[in-house]
């Protein structure tokens, strides 16, 4: 059984920084494409960074350079650090995987997510 949970959102105010974390069992983050998405309220879910068995990271545009995906294999985590935040960055952050370990980006998987507020 897979599953995915995500820990470190908080509140922040505008230009701090906050680290997200999603501890993963059933799958190994060291194959398999993980991801992280978000949805702020009266928005879709929107891709933010992943990265896939073989390292390679991708990232949407609004968040490159300020956002940076991670994995620790010996933990089984993935995580994201997010500086310079900003209040669009506001929204419930979600880990994703999938059942297929080189697809991407990833969707059949999610955690429970994890609340961001960035305060202006």
């Known amino acids: 059984q897979v599953r995915l949970v995500e820990s470190g959102g908080d509140l922040v105010q505008a230009g701090g920084s906050l680290r997200l974390s999603c501890t993963a069992s059933?799958?190994?983050?060291?194959?398999?494409?993980m991801a992280w998405y978000r949805q702020a309220p009266g928005k879709q879910r929107e891709l933010v960074a992943g990265i896939t068995g073989g390292g390679w990271t991708n990232y949407a545009d609004s968040v490159k350079g300020r956002f940076t995906i991670s994995r620790d294999n010996r933990r089984n985590t993935v995580s994201l650090q997010m500086n310079s935040l900003k209040p669009e960055d506001t929204a419930v952050y979600y880990c994703?995987?999938?059942?297929?370990?080189?697809?991407?980006?990833?969707?059949?998987?999610w955690g429970q997510g994890t609340q961001v507020t960035v305060s202006s």
């Open positions: 994703a995987a999938d059942r297929v370990t080189s697809r991407y980006p990833p969707n059949d998987y």
């Open positions: 059933g799958i190994s983050v060291s194959i398999n494409a």
